[in-house]
């Protein structure tokens, strides 16, 4: 399968712990985008990576939050001090440099389920 | 990003077509119309995008008013697998990409 994969599917962790989700990409895939969904909601975008560079950053990514893709490959999502808020599907998204037509798309992984106790 | 109005939820039976309808008074010239679906227990996943002409794939049709201030996208034979959320999503098709901003979408509950 050469989707994006996320990893883990689900985490349980207790309140005030850390916690971190990894992401790896479409191969060769320059853009990577993470996104929250709360039950019964859209998706709502986090931030966005070009490469190496983090681009985008939403008003939703407290300073708790921190994301890395130091390779410009695979990303990781870091929640410090996790509160019962976070709780939420945390989903991964890739676009390929491409064409006009291509590069807009965005593939998206399955998520991980966080769940904060 | 402009805003979009969806319904909240559809039925359909199984092998009839669906019209999932969506309202964008607001749309500028450059806004492209995206559709993605949401299948339970997993993340978007693309279906079509136009900008002013009717579009069709392997997936739908996306039928596009005259003014732009709302489309349809078109399932030609609803099955059971196209049970999911559909989002309604404008963004403007620049050289650099962009986020997706998503509202509620229309959830489509297909029967047999």
């Known amino acids: 399968d050469t989707g994006v994969s996320q990893d883990p599917r689900h985490k349980i962790t207790k309140r005030g712990q850390n916690v971190t989700f990894r992401c790896d990409p479409i191969s060769e895939h320059n853009r990577l985008y993470w996104y929250r969904q709360t039950l019964g909601q859209g998706p709502e975008f986090l931030t966005y990576?070009?490469?190496?560079?983090?681009?985008?950053k939403s008003r939703l990514l407290s300073d708790r939050f921190s994301a890395e893709r130091p390779k410009g490959s695979f990303s990781t999502l870091e929640i410090q001090r996790t509160e019962q808020g976070d709780s939420a599907m945390y989903l991964c998204?890739?676009?390929?440099?491409?064409?006009?037509?291509?590069?807009?798309?965005?593939?998206f992984g399955a998520g991980t389920r966080l769940s904060v106790l | 990003d402009a805003k979009t109005t969806q319904p909240n939820s559809m039925e359909s039976n199984e092998e009839e077509p669906v019209h999932l309808p969506c309202n964008h008074s607001?749309?500028?010239?450059?806004?492209?119309i995206h559709w993605y679906r949401q299948l339970p227990s997993q993340g978007p996943e693309y279906v079509i995008h136009g900008l002013t002409s009717n579009v069709n794939n392997r997936m739908a049709s996306l039928a596009i008013a005259e003014d732009r201030k709302s489309s349809t996208l078109i399932l030609h034979r609803a099955t059971l697998r196209d049970a999911a959320v559909y989002y309604c999503i404008l963004r403007v098709n620049t050289g650099t990409a962009s986020k997706l901003t998503f509202g509620t979408g229309t959830r489509l509950q297909v029967t047999l």
């Open positions: 990576f070009q490469n190496e560079a983090q681009l985008e």
């Open positions: 607001t749309i500028s010239g450059t806004d492209y």
């Open positions: 998204a890739s676009s390929p440099q491409g064409t006009a037509l291509t590069k807009n798309i965005q593939y």
